[in-house]
């Protein structure tokens, strides 16, 4: 099995920055990204950003982007996600997801966090 552990998530006033920290553990074999979705109260999930653990690349949500930033390391398994200039909109529970080959010759499998709250309020 596979865990993610999120962590990071709070309180902060409109223009603040937070730091979420997803950490993958358990049966690993590879990684082909890490990520975050986030829900806020009666909406939808939506996609907010990814790392992607071959090219490094990175990609962002329209609404987020140049205000957060995803990076990831390798050697931990770890995923981050840097959000400044917070807005009431960004209010929401974050989730992290994991693209995950258990072992070598298995399929990719996502993997989901339990979720942080992240709210934006003065």
């Known amino acids: 099995q596979v865990q993610l552990v999120e962590s990071g998530g709070g309180l902060v006033q409109p223009g603040g920055s937070l730091r979420l920290s997803c950490a993958a553990s358990?049966?690993?074999?590879?990684?082909?990204?890490m990520g975050w979705y986030r829900q806020a109260p009666g909406k939808e999930r939506e996609f907010v950003a990814e790392f992607n653990w071959s090219g490094g690349n990175t990609y962002y949500a329209d609404s987020v982007k140049a205000r957060f930033t995803i990076s990831g390391d390798n050697f931990k398994n770890t995923v981050y996600l840097q959000m400044n200039s917070l807005k009431p909109e960004d209010t929401a529970v974050y989730s992290c997801?994991?693209?995950?080959?258990?072992?070598?010759?298995?399929?990719?499998?996502?993997?989901w966090g339990q979720g942080t709250q992240v709210s934006v309020s003065s």
């Open positions: 997801h994991a693209d995950v080959k258990p072992q070598h010759g298995s399929s990719w499998s996502r993997y």
């Open positions: 358990g049966s690993i074999f590879s990684i082909n990204a």
